[in-house]
């Protein structure tokens, strides 16, 4: 019986096993390239360029670094990257996500591992870090919810919680061109490795 093929070839040449994927073959201009292309919200948000998941990436480290002054530099970076895996799976919605059951869970978790280990980070995170990055993507998703997304603010709330007026007024949203967004992840991904 013929295996399926379950590796998605990069624009760096490597090819990413998605099944069983390893560090060697992660590269972050792929990562940024990819997610520079990726829609949130599956395209649905107001604008004349997508809401990438590269800029989402980017807003919520800002986000997380607000909340948590002082926090070391690589879990800025985990910050940074998580949602990573979506360079090669997709920006799904929650509701998809559900209706897909653990499947997608499976595959974002050893995508997850890998990229963490090409970055020097642990495959999996400490507990209180995942949930304080969690916090920032909240953060994150009422904004872009409200801002972009034609969510009420009350719809916003009761989806994603009362958020902070005093952090929310520190924050904005861009829509830029795939290039931009690509420059500057992969910017700030160079500084806080940079930094570690």
Known sequence: MRQRRAWQRMLSGRRLDLLDPTPMDIEIEDIAHGLAF????????????????AEH???????????????????????????????????????????????????DTKLTAAVHRR????????RAVKVAIKAADTVSAWLEAREIAGFSTEEADR??????PHLICRLDLKLRPPVEVRADFTARHAELLALI
């Open 119 to 126: 970055f020097g980070l642990p495959a999996v995170l400490p």
């Open 38 to 53: 990726v829609a949130r919200w599956n395209g649905q948000t107001l604008g004349d360029w997508p809401y990438s998941v």
């Open 159 to 164: 989806i994603f919680g009362r958020q902070d």
């Open 57 to 107: 990436s980017l807003l919520v480290e800002r986000i997380f670094d607000l909340q948590n002054p002082g926090i070391a530099v690589k879990w800025r970076l985990a910050a940074l990257l998580h949602d990573a895996p979506e360079y090669v799976i997709g920006d799904m919605i929650s509701p998809v996500k559900a209706a897909i059951g653990d499947a997608y869970g499976e595959l």
